[in-house]
């Protein structure tokens, strides 16, 4: 359950939809309750800040893109967390959620049991930044070193903990560890300069790691020279990159039918190739359709998945592979 006390502003610009939402988080136990129009979100923010806010997207007077920017840009305002509500499925939509600062994004139509789990999740996720900014300020003020910043990714996300560090400028490793997965992020200066992954390094060992939410992480921070730079990006891209190409992954995996069983390579295809050498990218992906792994294997081996789903998707749709 949340916290009891926590408070729950919607900002919906269709009123039967608003009232929908204040009764779906009912279960939680909070305090919620709904307005139809980004003036109206305003004024009862500035009143009183909630604990957290429910932002449609399309509203009468304006748009909640509007709203976040202005709730972001007001020092009094820019800690409250917000869930974008939209219709819309593009990514460039839950791109722009991300570089406004929204907690998370929630697509319509929805479900009320995703709701209310992405708002217990928000609502913990930031009980632990404030907990994690008091730390920190503290520390600051003491004349002992601050200590590393670690902790769960369910309570606290990874482009939470970046935008942190990346905010207060920090320099060292950041490590990630979880669901046998694990691997660093260096930063210098808050920047993202080089990741490892799985033995994998550079942009896509990054977005692996970003888009891990199961595991803890620990911030080492250090006053020496980073690794050498292996990216380029800076993080707003590196985020934005990263929650596209998962988006993109999660389409391509919705249409591929076996992940439970191991996949193998067709006598047809191998037909196809007689004695011919494939190239390298089909190579390697031939090289692990080798009966022993199942789809999900197959993509814990690689640091560009989203390459390697669109090669399944191509050999699925032309029947080429199937399950050993």
Not at 6 to 22: S, Y
Not at 161 to 175: C, D, T
Not at 181 to 198: N, T
Not at 310 to 317: I, K, P, S, W, Y
Request: hydrophobic share 45%; glycine share 8%.
């Amino acid at each position: 359950m949340g916290d009891p006390k926590a408070r729950i502003l919607v900002v919906e610009g269709d009123p039967l939809v608003g009232r929908m939402l204040v009764e779906c988080l009912r279960p939680l136990e909070v305090e919620a309750w709904a307005v139809d129009s980004g003036g109206e979100a305003l004024a009862e923010v500035q009143a009183a800040a909630p604990d957290l806010i429910l932002l449609d997207v399309i509203l009468p007077d304006t748009d909640g893109f509007t709203v976040a920017a202005r709730l972001r840009d007001d020092a009094a305002t820019r800690d409250v967390p917000v869930i974008i509500v939209t219709t819309a499925t593009r990514v460039e939509d839950r791109a722009k959620s991300l570089e406004l600062g929204a907690a998370d994004c929630i697509t319509k139509p929805f479900y009320y049991e995703e709701v209310r789990a992405r708002v217990q999740g928000v609502l913990q996720r930031a009980a632990a930044a404030r907990a994690a900014r008091a730390a920190e300020a503290q520390a600051s003020t003491s004349a002992a070193l601050p200590a590393g910043l670690q902790g769960s990714l369910q309570q606290l996300s990874l482009p939470l903990v970046i935008q942190m560090l990346e905010m207060e400028r920090k320099s060292g490793a950041l490590h990630v560890e979880g669901g046998g997965q694990a691997g660093v992020l260096h930063l210098d200066e808050g920047q993202i300069v080089c990741a490892e992954w799985k033995g994998h390094t550079g942009e896509f060992a990054a977005f692996r790691l970003i888009r891990m939410t199961n595991g803890v992480f620990r911030f080492a921070p250090g006053d020496g020279p980073p690794p050498v730079r292996d990216i380029q990006s800076n993080n707003q891209h590196l985020l934005m990159e990263a929650m596209r190409r998962q988006d993109e992954g999660e389409r391509i995996l919705e249409r591929l039918s076996a992940r439970d069983r191991p996949l193998r390579t067709t006598a047809r295809l191998a037909a196809m190739l007689g004695n011919r050498r494939p190239a390298g990218d089909l190579k390697q992906l031939l090289d692990l359709l080798d009966g022993r792994r199942t789809l999900l294997e197959i993509l814990d081996q690689v640091p560009d998945d989203l390459r390697i789903l669109e090669g399944l998707a191509r050999l699925e749709e032309r029947g080429l592979i199937e399950t050993a």
